[in-house]
Every structure is written in C-alpha cells, then in structure tokens.
C-alpha cells in the first residue's frame, strides 16, 4: 500500500523567506503525486501535480516541486513567502492515472510572520 | 461559476441521532467521493461513486452510508453517530478516469460536531 509522509505538521517562515514543505511517499510503482492547499473554511485545492514528464512541476502562486525518484519525494518550494501563503496543505498521491482516488498525508500547517 | 456545494457548514447533531449531510455539483462529473478528516489528520477516504456504481472503501464503517438519486447531488448519512465521527467531511468530484485531468474538485466541506 502506498503511504505519503509530511515531515513537520507546523512550518512558520518571515514574510519573503522560503517555504520548503517535505513530503515523501512509499510506493513499489511509480506514483502520482500531488501537492494541494486548504485556505481558512475553503475546500481543498490543487496546487500543482507529477504525472509524468518533467520532473520540477510549477504550480498556482508561484509554488514549484520537484519528483525525486531517487529519493522519494516530492518536496514543495516557493522562493517567498507571502502572508496570503498561510493555510494547510496537504501531499497526496494516487495509484494510476486510471484512478482518482487520492491518499493524503496528514498535512502541514504553514504560518507567515510579518 | 461551476462548482462543489456543501451544506451545512457546520452540524451538530447527538449522540445516535441519525445525520445527513449533503453535496452538489454544477461541473457535471462522473464521479463524486467523500473524505473524512479528523482534527490534524489527513483527509481519508470513505467512498466514491462512478456514476450510480457505488465504491466502498475496506475500512469504512458500516454506520457511513451513501446516496447518490442523480449526477448533481451525493449525500452522506450516518446512521448512528458517534463522538469519533466528529470530523470535517469532504465531498469531491472528478471526471472518469481517461475523459479529462486528472484533477479533485472539492467542496468546503461540512464541520460535524456530536454532542
């Protein structure tokens, strides 16, 4: 079965610093991946995603991440912080392309100081 | 705009007492899923429906049931609530597998509370 890990499920960075969320998976084939963000009482929603292709995937708000085979993981960068970055978000990964079902990590709360 | 609809967003009900919960969607999707997420925890799924085929996932508890009448709405019952069950649910939606991106649509999600 395939698990997703988030490494730290609270980051806090200065408003222009680097935001660096850790996400690994474990999976035996190839996975999906996918990085989404959850805004104050919104819904989920898709950030960026790995299917296949390239392997540093840009995203929505200047987000980027890179699949790392090797290492197994899809960590998600953005090179500044901004305060509207603060919210949950969330590492996923899927099967196959032939199926939308996702597992979630457990999430990484992110907080920007002024 | 096209999107996912998820009312309430917060419910309380009591312990044992019957709830439903309730989703619908304008972007006329195949497939609609619901998740549970606990406090600090990552979204989990429930169960999913291609159409009218309903999917069930090994762990759901059998307290956790779903219709789906037509394309646009899914509801979400439980049939006895318990203090675990509190929880946000989440409905989504996606396209068949094959027919577009490969891509979740979520609604804002329903807080339940059970007192």
């Known amino acids: 079965a395939q698990s997703v890990t988030q490494l730290g499920s609270h980051v806090s960075v200065s408003e222009g610093a680097l935001v660096l969320l850790r996400c690994n998976y474990s999976?035996?084939?190839?996975?999906?991946l996918f990085w989404y963000v959850q805004y104050p009482n919104q819904g989920l929603q898709l950030l960026l995603k790995y299917t296949t292709g390239a392997t540093l995937v840009k995203g929505i708000n200047g987000f980027e991440a890179e699949f790392k085979k090797s290492e197994t993981s899809f960590h998600l960068t953005k090179p500044s912080a901004h305060m509207s970055d603060a919210a949950e978000y969330f590492c996923a990964v899927s099967y196959s392309s032939n199926d939308y079902k996702l597992s979630f990590g457990a999430g990484t709360t992110v907080t920007v100081r002024a | 705009d096209a999107m996912v609809i998820q009312n309430p967003r917060y419910q309380v009900t009591q312990f044992g007492k019957p709830v439903t919960l309730s989703c619908s969607q304008t972007?006329?999707?195949?497939?609609m899923y619901w998740y549970q997420q606990k406090s600090s925890q990552a979204p989990k799924l429930l169960f999913h429906?291609?159409?009218?085929?309903?999917?069930n996932e090994a762990d759901t508890p059998d307290n956790f049931q779903s219709r789906r009448p037509n394309t646009s709405f899914c509801f979400l019952d439980i049939r006895s609530p318990g203090l675990g069950d509190a929880a946000m649910y989440l409905c989504a939606t996606s396209r068949e597998p094959g027919q577009g991106e490969q891509k979740l649509f979520f609604g804002s999600g329903t807080q339940l509370s059970v007192l």
């Open positions: 999976s035996s084939v190839p996975p999906y």
């Open positions: 972007l006329n999707h195949n497939v």
């Open positions: 429906y291609y159409d009218k085929d309903f999917n």
